[in-house]
Nanobody
């Protein structure tokens, strides 16, 4: 079992910033990547950002957040962070932490944290 502790969500005005963190613990398998997904009401869950657990820590971002969000990790702590700047109302969603294992290729999910961008 993998457990997650997510923190950092909340209410922020447009143009503001929030920082999310997600710490994984328990029986953590070999990690392929960690990242963040989000799901807005009535929409499908979508990728926000992901960071690979390799030497280069390669990253991938949704086009809608490029230049505004930054993902980072602390591999020693099995923790992933998401710095969100210049937030827009359309960023409002429940943000889910994701851990993808190498073998078997399995996705583990956090419980989600609400981010609301409103004036």
């Amino acid at each position: 079992q993998v457990q997650f502790v997510e923190s950092g969500g909340g209410l922020v005005q447009p143009g503001g910033s929030l920082s999310l963190s997600c710490a994984a613990s328990g029986s953590i398998p070999r990690i392929y990547s960690m990242g963040w997904y989000r799901q807005a009401p009535g929409k499908q869950r979508e990728l926000v950002a992901v960071i690979a657990n390799n030497v280069g820590s390669s990253t991938n971002y949704a086009d809608s957040v490029k230049g505004r969000f930054t993902i980072s990790r602390d591999s020693a702590k099995s923790t992933v962070y998401l710095q969100m700047n210049s937030l827009k109302p359309e960023d409002t969603a429940v943000y889910y932490c994701n851990l993808r294992s190498i073998y078997p290729k399995t996705d583990f999910w956090g419980q989600g944290t609400q981010v609301t961008v409103a004036s």
